[in-house]
């Protein structure tokens, strides 16, 4: 996997470098955006794993229901260090949807990391948040925010999720192309990947194409060259 941040130019192998994940105080991680979230979520989960910790992947919304180790939510789970779980409730579609009635933090009783999908965009790589997104948990001490940089110079009728609602909040018609400026707008905006955020974030636009990107205040981006990077059969 490879990161280079925005400003420094300095590069990483590691999501939980690049995004300077605080192990020993960042422990429920939310995911929000488009473009790659929930590979980036299971690269990190595994990573987790692989220091030995006991990971749990889950949503506050819907996500693909992973092909290996899920868990129907009973109540309680078992976890061995070095593990990562997904646990949720299975619905249609292939999906798993959140629990209901928790308290996310509950599940550090089990884990030593929480790592949740807090949103979706149908596998679009630009989206602005609808109005009942994201389903940030208070319990929440990171968020990743990830925007799909392969939708620059594409029309946003083309890659957004929502497309009139991304238009909108770019003051722009669908037919036009999204620039790194308008991926800029949506990361740093309160109403866009910063909504409800009240803790430490990172952004990161995914699938950059190495194109050297002259945007104001961009920091704290980074810039992620992959886009699958965690193993098969997830």
Request: aromatic share 8%.
């Amino acid at each position: 996997m490879k990161f280079q941040n925005a400003e420094t130019k300095e590069r990483f192998q590691t999501v939980y470098k690049a995004v300077n994940l605080n192990l020993l105080k960042h422990r429920v991680v939310s995911f929000v955006g488009a473009g790659g979230k929930t590979t980036l979520l299971y690269a990190l989960a595994h990573e987790l794993a692989e220091l030995g910790n006991r990971v749990v992947v889950t949503t506050t919304t819907h996500m693909e229901r992973p092909k290996t180790r899920f868990c129907e939510w009973s109540g309680e789970i078992e976890i061995n260090r070095g593990e990562v779980c997904t646990i949720g409730r299975s619905c249609e579609g292939g999906k798993i949807a959140g629990i209901p009635h928790i308290r996310y933090n509950m599940l550090l009783e089990y884990a030593d990391y929480v790592l949740i999908e807090a949103d979706g965009s149908r596998k679009k790589p630009l989206k602005v948040p609808a109005e009942h997104e994201p389903v940030l948990v208070e319990e929440t001490d990171f968020v990743i925010g990830v925007l799909g940089f392969s939708s620059v110079g594409k029309k946003i009728a083309d890659v957004s999720h929502r497309a009139a609602d991304v238009a909108a909040f770019l003051h722009k018609e669908e037919h036009q192309a999204v620039t790194a400026e308008d991926l800029a707008k949506i990361s740093f905006s309160p109403q866009g990947l910063l909504k409800g955020v009240r803790c430490p974030y990172q952004i990161v636009w995914n699938r950059w194409n190495g194109q050297e990107t002259q945007v104001r205040d961009v920091c704290p981006v980074l810039f992620c060259m992959e886009e699958k990077f965690f193993p098969q059969g997830l």
